[in-house]
């Protein structure tokens, strides 16, 4: 068994980020994720593994400068909330379009605009949709306890680099701030400059042995080799959707009811479909970990299996619901329910919602 | 006396100069006068000098030079308009034993970038930076650059720069020598071969301070001429610009050493 501690889950993804063997972040300070990188500083680990910290000038700043280290071959990584990520999303358009495999931490916070520093899960279209310019998607993880803000760090890496795709953590405020035991896993060692530039023919680091030498870059001026690109790049995502699709069941096998959360929603959640199993109705929960790829085909079975309708649950005004409903392509009843704006919905508002919108209405 | 062919001109042992094998065989993309690709060649020559092919990494950024990449012979990444300084510190950080260079115009480097020139400059990132200084956004097709200089006209300021409502021209480079984490700062040209033997011994001394590990950042401008965008033939723009870039934009070195001159 790994080291057990009590931490809040942004020290935890600190924390992972060293044992993951991870090279360099780079990140600005921002609420409420700013203990990422306070602890990292703190920790100093430059001494223990030679990983390099810097506080950069802006988030502008900070994206592109995981752009230029993530391209060299390292493992590199930032985090912010959602209006440092707006500001990122230029540069997180080129290192998509260039296939950097960087890792992203979102500790999602109210908006629009400025908002407010509490947890929501309304970036879920700029995360799964887009976001920057371009036909181009993110593998997007969702922890929904300390233990995953952990243990998604290494799965990021590792998907990051099998696809040479950026990776996000889509988190929250809560899941951010609050403290959980969590099981810390044992150190990976970071790979020696050599094992980089041999396993990442790649990567810019100056030109190989045999004077081959590497670029970098999202541009092509002929319109065609651009559609030759982007054709090889929705290959790869389809790839991803077919292999990579990750969610939790839970009480789903009877299920005539399904409630879609994935996050803390998926937490509050649990709770609620006890309280309706209580009153009698078969309800389940579908958790999505992996927000992109959707578990789209396990919904779509679901309705072949018998399930009348579904309740998308999440911290926004409605954006998940929009791929249940694709998912489902009208063969049953979908709803959305969700507080926002910094609200967190209760159990019980929950389990009301779910008998007001899917049962009475 | 027998009559000198070709042949014998290019035989191997009267070599006195030949390209650098760091630039590619491409064809440039500059318009003919422009100094971009002698100062392509510059950089290229001092890191093949420097022995130093196989351990570079360049950045380029957006503007005239966008492409670079293509035409210089080492590892190149292409940056987002004006964050190659972010870009060139985020890889020196993690390679600290590459030479690391950016290669920006002035919009990049002196409007939308000036966030990641004056940090990046600020940390002292042991890398180079080597600024390109027309006076007019060439890429785009001739708009007011921060260094435009007032009065000049452009697609932008059709009757000439107002300084009343766009401010002075941007002199950065001497704003960034006020900064301890610049090491060395200087300003050359490349429009006539004096001027281009002194551009190298610059660039030259900029890439040998990253090198040797100097505390700091070099910086080293050049200020070229946009034939086209200035709509001058280029003997006429190199002219425009020694009358009128220069008494403005003071050529040599600002700061030497880490000390000011």
Same mark, same amino acid.
């Given at each position: $068994?790994?080291?057990?501690?009590?931490?809040?889950?942004?020290?935890?993804?600190?924390?992972?980020?060293?044992?993951?063997?991870? +090279?360099?972040?780079? #990140?600005?300070?921002?609420?409420?994720?700013?203990?990422?990188?306070?602890?990292?500083?703190?920790?100093?680990?430059?001494?223990?593994?030679?990983?390099?910290?810097?506080?950069?000038?802006?988030?502008?700043?900070? =994206?592109?400068?995981?752009?230029?280290? #993530?391209?060299?071959?390292?493992?590199?990584?930032?985090?912010?909330?959602?209006? #440092?990520?707006?500001?990122?999303?230029?540069?997180?358009?080129?290192?998509?379009?260039?296939?950097?495999?960087?890792?992203?931490?979102?500790?999602?916070?109210?908006?629009?605009? @400025?908002?407010?520093?509490?947890?929501?899960?309304?970036?879920?279209?700029?995360?799964?949709?887009?976001?920057?310019?371009?036909?181009?998607? @993110?593998?997007?993880?969702?922890?929904?306890?300390?233990?995953?803000?952990?243990?998604?760090?290494?799965?990021?890496?590792? @998907?990051?680099?099998?696809?040479?795709?950026?990776?996000?953590?889509?988190?929250?405020?809560?899941?951010?701030?609050?403290?959980?035991?969590?099981? @810390?896993?044992?150190?990976?060692?970071?790979?020696? +400059?050599?094992?980089?530039?041999?396993?990442?023919?790649?990567?810019?680091?100056?030109?190989?042995?045999?004077?081959?030498?590497?670029?970098?870059?999202?541009?092509?001026?002929?319109?065609?080799?651009?559609?030759?690109?982007?054709?090889?790049?929705?290959?790869?995502?389809?790839?991803?959707?077919?292999?990579?699709?990750?969610?939790?069941?839970?009480?789903? +096998?009877?299920?005539?009811?399904?409630?879609?959360?994935?996050?803390?929603?998926?937490?509050?959640?649990?709770?609620?479909?006890?309280?309706?199993?209580?009153?009698?109705?078969?309800?389940?929960?579908?958790?999505?970990?992996? =927000?992109?790829?959707?578990?789209?085909?396990?919904?779509?079975?679901?309705? +072949?299996? #018998?399930?009348?309708?579904?309740?998308?649950?999440?911290?926004?005004?409605?954006? $998940?619901?929009?791929?249940?409903?694709?998912?489902?392509?009208?063969?049953?009843?979908?709803?959305?329910?969700?507080?926002?704006?910094?609200?967190?919905?209760?159990?019980?508002?929950?389990?009301?919602?779910?008998?007001?919108?899917?049962?009475?209405? | 006396?027998?009559? !000198?062919?070709?042949?014998?001109?290019?035989?191997?042992?009267?070599?006195?100069?030949?390209?650098?094998?760091?630039?590619?065989?491409?064809?440039?993309?500059?318009?003919?006068?422009?100094?971009?690709?002698?100062?392509?060649?510059?950089?290229?020559?001092?890191?093949?000098?420097?022995?130093?092919?196989?351990?570079?990494?360049?950045?380029?950024?957006?503007?005239?030079?966008?492409?670079?990449?293509?035409?210089?012979?080492?590892?190149?990444?292409?940056?987002?308009?004006?964050?190659?300084?972010?870009?060139?510190?985020?890889?020196?950080?993690?390679?600290?034993?590459?030479?690391?260079?950016?290669?920006?115009?002035?919009?990049?480097?002196?409007?939308?970038?000036?966030?990641?020139?004056?940090?990046?400059?600020?940390?002292?990132?042991? !890398?180079?930076? !080597?600024?390109?200084?027309?006076?007019?956004?060439?890429?785009?097709?001739?708009?007011?650059?921060?260094?435009?200089?007032?009065?000049?006209?452009?697609?932008?300021?059709?009757?000439?720069?107002?300084?009343?409502?766009?401010?002075?021209?941007?002199? !950065?480079?001497?704003?960034?020598?006020?900064?301890?984490?610049?090491?060395?700062?200087?300003?050359?040209?490349?429009?006539?071969?004096?001027?281009?033997?002194?551009?190298?011994?610059?660039?030259?001394?900029?890439?040998?301070?990253?090198?040797?590990?100097?505390?700091?950042?070099?910086?080293?401008?050049?200020?070229?001429?946009?034939?086209?965008?200035?709509?001058?033939?280029?003997?006429?723009?190199?002219?425009?610009?020694?009358?009128?870039?220069?008494?403005?934009?003071?050529?040599?070195?600002?700061?030497?050493?880490?000390?000011?001159?």
């Amino acid at each position: $068994m790994g080291e057990l501690r009590l931490m809040k889950g942004n020290e935890a993804l600190a924390e992972a980020a060293i044992r993951a063997g991870v +090279d360099g972040y780079f #990140g600005y300070p921002i609420t409420p994720q700013s203990e990422v990188i306070e602890y990292l500083m703190a920790e100093k680990p430059y001494e223990r593994t030679g990983m390099v910290v810097l506080q950069a000038e802006s988030e502008v700043a900070s =994206i592109n400068m995981l752009y230029g280290a #993530g391209a060299t071959g390292k493992k590199v990584m930032t985090s912010s909330s959602s209006p #440092g990520i707006s500001l990122m999303q230029e540069g997180i358009s080129y290192i998509a379009g260039a296939e950097i495999p960087v890792v992203l931490v979102n500790v999602v916070r109210g908006g629009p605009g @400025l908002g407010d520093i509490q947890p929501a899960q309304s970036d879920y279209f700029q995360t799964t949709k887009g976001g920057g310019h371009g036909d181009y998607r @993110l593998i997007a993880l969702a922890p929904s306890s300390v233990q995953e803000m952990s243990d998604f760090v290494p799965l990021a890496f590792e @998907l990051a680099f099998k696809y040479r795709n950026p990776a996000m953590i889509v988190s929250d405020g809560a899941i951010g701030q609050m403290m959980e035991k969590v099981e @810390l896993f044992d150190p990976i060692p970071r790979l020696t +400059d050599e094992e980089i530039r041999e396993k990442y023919r790649w990567a810019t680091n100056g030109k190989l042995e045999d004077g081959t030498r590497r670029v970098i870059t999202s541009l092509d001026l002929d319109p065609h080799r651009l559609e030759e690109h982007n054709l090889k790049l929705q290959a790869k995502y389809k790839e991803i959707e077919e292999k990579e699709v990750r969610y939790e069941t839970i009480l789903c +096998d009877d299920a005539e009811y399904v409630i879609v959360a994935y996050g803390l929603s998926a937490r509050i959640s649990q709770k609620s479909i006890m309280l309706l199993r209580e009153k009698g109705y078969k309800v389940g929960l579908l958790r999505p970990i992996t =927000i992109w790829p959707f578990p789209k085909k396990k919904i779509s079975e679901m309705v +072949d299996e #018998g399930v009348k309708g579904f309740l998308s649950v999440e911290m926004s005004a409605g954006q $998940m619901v929009e791929d249940v409903k694709l998912a489902v392509n009208g063969r049953v009843k979908v709803e959305h329910f969700g507080r926002f704006g910094g609200v967190i919905h209760s159990p019980e508002e929950v389990a009301a919602a779910f008998e007001q919108k899917i049962i009475g209405g | 006396m027998a009559e !000198i062919t070709i042949q014998d001109i290019i035989k191997p042992e009267n070599l006195v100069y030949k390209k650098t094998r760091l630039m590619t065989d491409k064809t440039l993309s500059y318009c003919p006068g422009c100094g971009h690709g002698t100062t392509h060649r510059l950089i290229m020559e001092v890191i093949e000098e420097l022995g130093k092919e196989h351990d570079t990494i360049g950045v380029a950024p957006v503007g005239c030079s966008v492409l670079a990449y293509e035409f210089m012979n080492v590892d190149m990444q292409e940056a987002a308009h004006g964050r190659a300084p972010a870009v060139a510190t985020g890889i020196k950080r993690l390679w600290p034993d590459k030479v690391v260079f950016t290669y920006q115009g002035d919009g990049d480097l002196a409007a939308i970038g000036t966030g990641e020139t004056i940090h990046t400059c600020n940390r002292g990132e042991n !890398i180079v930076i !080597i600024f390109i200084n027309n006076g007019i956004y060439g890429m785009t097709g001739g708009q007011m650059a921060p260094t435009t200089l007032p009065g000049m006209r452009t697609s932008t300021s059709p009757y000439g720069r107002d300084v009343e409502m766009m401010g002075n021209p941007l002199k !950065i480079t001497e704003l960034v020598a006020q900064l301890p984490g610049t090491y060395y700062v200087t300003r050359q040209a490349v429009h006539t071969p004096s001027a281009v033997r002194k551009a190298k011994r610059a660039i030259r001394k900029a890439f040998e301070n990253q090198l040797n590990k100097k505390p700091g950042l070099s910086f080293v401008e050049v200020v070229s001429n946009c034939n086209s965008g200035w709509k001058m033939t280029p003997v006429d723009a190199n002219n425009w610009m020694e009358e009128n870039m220069f008494p403005y934009y003071n050529l040599g070195d600002i700061k030497v050493d880490g000390k000011l001159v």
